[in-house]
């Protein structure tokens, strides 16, 4: 089967290969994957920003069905279709482990970086981590559950988002919109999203398409919007996506006092200054956040299938996996949302 492998560890080292079909083991599925979304975490691999353990095939954002089931599996069966959570490896033993976070287990080794991902034909996964899809959710739709249960998992889950909440969503991005989304399906008020005059021609627009209300910074201080749009009150809950410093120190100007931020946003380990008296006196509670939880997933899947989260509006281009080239290029230059490669 071809893959898209990262060889070795560096700026680059990323190409197709053909590699041998894999095979279940106990307690595992082999999955032909139908669709596999392009991640943030995919080019900081290319890119040597991000954990990864080489040779290792890339991609963890996918959809597919089962074709053949290992040793004692008992819950899924041939022609089942499914998604799956990127939690592989991790020890069950842990502290985190044993309360239910192995999401940020020290062991955890994912699909994409820690072992072979999802940007190939074939994929095995264990039993334990898999989530069936419905019948009226296609698999492309299904692809990007995987991104979404980040921002249903940090906002709903999290940041406790409240019906009729003022939401501020900083970044753009496709997180950036999928957490705008998830805040609207979870019963916001309004919200607001804030990009640079870099997203403007795709990003923000999309935004706008989606029935956002965007600020530009380049046009106009976030801050201003949400002190007139609250009587001067602000915002209930402030998403930082972006990952820029200044956006991060910003979120405090935007919150209300007894409001929540709630951090998504990586930084590229660059260190932030951040306003902590201001923070401090507005007696804001700040949520960080980090990989998909076990019951992101399903609430995630009915969101999606009962129409609330239209991911599908955030799909920009279906590509075969030969072209990850032209893909990643793409999603560098931002003139892409959401890239699905296709396996052939």
Not at 189 to 213: N, T, Y
Not at 234 to 263: F, H, M, N, Q, Y
Request: with cysteine; proline share 6%.
């Amino acid at each position: 089967m071809q893959a898209l492998v990262k060889t070795q560890k560096g700026v680059g080292f990323v190409e197709l290969q053909d590699r041998p079909v894999p095979s279940p083991s106990k307690g595992e599925v082999l999955i032909e994957v139908k669709a596999c979304g392009i991640c943030g975490t995919d080019l900081h691999i290319f890119h040597d920003q991000f954990p990864y353990w080489p040779p290792v095939i890339l991609g963890h954002e996918f959809s597919g069905e089962i074709v053949e089931v290992g040793r004692d599996v008992k819950g899924f069966k041939v022609g089942t279709r499914v998604v799956g959570e990127p939690h592989t490896e991790a020890c069950g033993t842990c502290y985190l482990c044993r309360t239910g976070n192995i999401q940020i287990c020290p062991m955890k080794r994912s699909p994409g970086w820690g072992i072979d991902g999802a940007l190939a034909r074939y994929l095995c996964m264990p039993e334990i981590l898999l989530h069936r899809i419905p019948d009226n959710l296609s698999f492309d739709d299904a692809a990007l559950v995987e991104p979404t249960a980040n921002t249903v998992h940090d906002v709903i889950e999290r940041a406790g988002i409240q019906a009729g909440d003022f939401v501020v969503v900083l970044g753009p991005g496709p997180i950036g919109l999928l957490a705008a989304l998830t805040a609207r399906a979870a019963g916001a008020w309004h919200v607001l999203v804030v990009g640079a005059p870099g997203d403007e021609a795709i990003r923000l627009r999309k935004a706008r398409e989606l029935g956002f209300q965007t600020v530009n910074l380049g046009n106009a201080n976030p801050r201003d919007v949400v002190s007139e749009m609250t009587s001067g009150r602000g915002a209930d809950l402030v998403v930082e996506c972006s990952g820029a410093p200044t956006a991060i120190a910003s979120t405090v100007d935007l919150v209300r006092k007894k409001g929540k931020i709630c951090a998504i946003g990586l930084t590229g380990n660059e260190n932030v200054q951040f306003p902590w008296n201001q923070a401090a006196f507005k007696v804001c509670d700040i949520v960080f956040n980090l990989s998909t939880s076990y019951t992101s997933w399903d609430r995630t899947i009915n969101l999606i299938a009962g129409g609330l989260i239209p991911v599908r509006e955030l799909i920009s281009h279906r590509l075969p996996l030969k072209s990850w080239k032209h893909a990643f290029q793409e999603l560098e230059a931002q003139r892409a949302l959401k890239i699905l490669l296709i396996p052939e």
